[in-house]
């Protein structure tokens, strides 16, 4: 297979293109560290990379313009950043916007030029998205947001691209061990290693699962706290996160 992997240069990206680098896959590696990309290039099977900064919506657009020749057979799609959990104020504008570019906007700047190459072809496209786009925390607005908007735009290119034989996974997973929530300094609920969390995904690429959310337990707690009176949610939710002073 010819596989893209965005944000391959650490954590859930890396691990991926480290299990798909066979001798029968080709992979194209982006992320914006040349260094870390040449050192999996070095250590890994047929890879080539492409140090890009996917916020320029422009250099997103050129990585698929660059890669529509490549017969692309999976696309995904991983790429991301978080804000942090430390502030319950609203993000500036510059900061909302890069995350936006990043999280959401750079997986269509990405996919339109390969359009044209999947509806001819088929293939399978694959959004990490998180659960975090089923609740929104005070302190993770522009996060969640992102995430659930890559939902919906999941949701609707499914249907779009269903005839023409190409197969949209949508992944949300909870908490997972890398360099994005080694940051976070509180107790993460039900935090997998990342191992477990790529052996998950892996799997549900693999069966082309349409949407895949795991921790079940965790995503049956949060599902039932967004269905809690606005009151009681607040309440219990409020306590439980830093002050904005
Ligand atoms: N870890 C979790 O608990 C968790 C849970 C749910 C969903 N997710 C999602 O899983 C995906 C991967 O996250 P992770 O936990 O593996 O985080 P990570 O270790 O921080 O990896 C993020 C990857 O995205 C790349 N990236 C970030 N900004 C970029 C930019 N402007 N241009 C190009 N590449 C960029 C990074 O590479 P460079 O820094 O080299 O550019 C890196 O390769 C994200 O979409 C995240 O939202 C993670």
Redesign the pocket.
């Given at each position: 297979m010819n596989i893209l992997i965005?944000?391959?240069?650490?954590?859930?990206?890396?691990e991926l293109a480290k299990r798909y680098s066979k001798d029968e896959n080709r992979l194209f590696l982006?992320?914006?560290?040349c260094e870390?990309l040449n050192a999996l290039k070095k250590s890994l099977k047929n890879v080539e990379t492409l140090c890009?900064?996917?916020?320029n919506l422009e250099e997103a657009t050129r990585v698929g313009e660059e890669l529509s020749s490549k017969n692309l057979d999976l696309i995904i799609l991983?790429?991301?950043?978080?804000l942090g959990h430390n502030s319950q104020e609203l993000p500036p504008l510059e900061d909302f916007t890069n995350l936006f570019n990043?999280?959401f906007l750079?997986n269509h700047a990405v996919l339109q030029p390969l359009e044209k190459g999947l509806k001819e072809r088929g293939g399978k496209i694959v959004f990490?998205?998180?659960?975090?786009s089923i609740f929104t925390m005070p302190t993770s607005i522009a996060?969640s947001s992102s995430?659930r908007a890559l939902n919906s735009y999941a949701d609707g290119l499914r249907l779009s691209l269903k005839p023409y034989g190409v197969e949209v996974v949508n992944i949300?997973?909870?908490?997972?061990?890398?360099?994005?929530?080694d940051k976070n300094r509180f107790k993460m609920p039900f935090l997998m290693s990342l191992k477990e969390?790529v052996d998950r995904i892996e799997s549900g690429i693999d069966k082309g699962v349409h949407t895949l959310i795991f921790p079940k337990r965790f995503y049956i707690i949060i599902k039932l706290l967004s269905l809690l009176p606005l009151k009681l949610k607040s309440r219990l939710i409020n306590r439980r996160l830093p002050s904005n002073g």
């Open positions: 965005t944000g391959a240069s650490s954590g859930i990206g890396e982006v992320a914006r560290s870390k890009i900064d996917l916020s991983n790429a991301g950043v978080s990043i999280n750079s990490i998205s998180s659960l975090a996060y995430k949300l997973p909870g908490f997972i061990e890398t360099p994005l929530t969390g």
